[in-house]
Nanobody, 118 residues
């Protein structure tokens, strides 16, 4: 079993920054370091979408809409994955979730709300 707990969301003005964190815990977290981890988001009335992912070796990939503004990173010793979000835009408003790449159904947490005001 793995529990993923997201934090760091909040209300910011357009152009601001936030840093999200996702901590993995539980008996399955020992495998965290070998998993490709990802951040997803779901805006009101829209489907959940992949935002960024990071491989076990640190390779990263981003959806076009966040390239150059968001940075995903990880600390395997702390079982934590981060999402640094800069130059936030109102269209970034969503609930942000972390999960393994591909989105394992049993790993979805509560997410963390990010609201960007114009």
């Amino acid at each position: 079993q793995v529990q993923l707990v997201e934090s760091g969301g909040g209300l910011v003005q357009a152009g601001g920054s936030l840093r999200l964190s996702c901590v993995a815990s539980g008996t399955g977290s020992i495998f965290f370091s070998i998993r490709t981890m990802a951040w997803y988001r779901q805006a009101p009335g829209k489907q959940r979408e992949l935002v960024a992912y990071i491989s076990s070796s640190g390779g990263t990939n981003y959806v076009d809409s966040v390239k150059g503004r968001f940075t995903i990173s990880r600390d395997n010793a702390q079982n934590t994955v981060y999402l640094q979000m800069n130059n936030l835009k109102p269209e970034d408003t969503a609930v942000y979730y972390c999960n393994v790449f591909g989105g394992s159904p049993g790993y979805w947490g509560q997410g963390t709300q990010v609201t960007v005001s114009s």
